[in-house]
């Protein structure tokens, strides 16, 4: 059993949204993401996904691409990023997964010895484009939401080894400490994956471990659209 985790899949089954406006690496992204995914994964195996899933607007509209993910093997949990518009309540997302597929939000999962919690997360405070009257509200909500997984997380497996996925990075590139960062040390995390950036963003991102905490960038782009191995 293994842990992978790949993050902004940009799907657009609905709209259609051409990719490769933003590179020529985006080019049929999608196709090289399923053939990488199903030479790497096994059926036993668990896939995180931080966020970023589908173009579309409405619920209705992202079924087509969340069926594309319910349909590759492992278990799968998914995540909201800040492009998931089409993320309604937790109860109707639920509706359309199936295949070992799974919703994270406000809650946790345990897989074998390991245990997942995480939320969408913000931008921090130290980061360039942080705006105090504009994200301080929305910081401080993510970092409820994500003490509230991990209190789930640790009710559900006290010992368990704690992974924890965000859609944002929890931190800069040199892990200054955050409320995001801070919990994870809290509840005993030892990895964290998170996406969210990518072209030049991707050089700046927080990679390895600090402080206890083992941080990958798993956006799909960052990782050659190809399922990265955690665990």
Not at 90 to 118: H, I, M, P, S
């Amino acid at each position: 059993m293994s842990i992978f985790a790949i993050g902004d899949l940009h799907l657009s089954g609905a709209s259609e949204k051409p990719m490769d406006i933003f590179g020529e690496h985006w080019d049929s992204h999608w196709d090289r993401i399923k053939e990488n995914w199903e030479s790497a994964v096994s059926a036993d195996d668990l896939v995180l996904i931080p966020g970023d899933i589908s173009w579309a607007m409405k619920l209705s509209e992202a079924a087509a691409d969340l069926k594309a993910v319910c349909s590759l093997p492992g278990t799968k949990i998914i995540m909201k990023g800040n492009h998931d518009y089409w993320w309604s309540s937790l109860k109707q997302v639920e509706a359309l997964l199936f295949n070992g597929t799974f919703a994270l939000q406000n809650n946790a999962f345990v897989y074998d010895r390991y245990v997942v919690a995480g939320t969408r997360g913000w931008l921090c405070p130290g980061m360039s484009q942080y705006n105090p009257a504009a994200d301080e509200k929305y910081y401080l909500r993510e970092a409820g939401r994500l003490e509230l997984s991990l209190q789930a997380a640790r009710r559900l497996s006290p010992g368990g080894e704690l992974i924890c996925m965000t859609h944002y990075p929890p931190s800069d590139k040199n892990g200054a400490p955050t409320l995001f960062t801070a919990l994870l040390e809290k509840y005993g995390a030892s990895r964290a994956v998170y996406g969210h950036l990518h072209a030049s963003s991707i050089a700046g991102a927080l990679s390895g471990i600090v402080r206890g905490v083992d941080y990958s960038l798993v956006s799909c782009d960052a990782i050659a659209f190809s399922p990265k191995k955690i665990a």
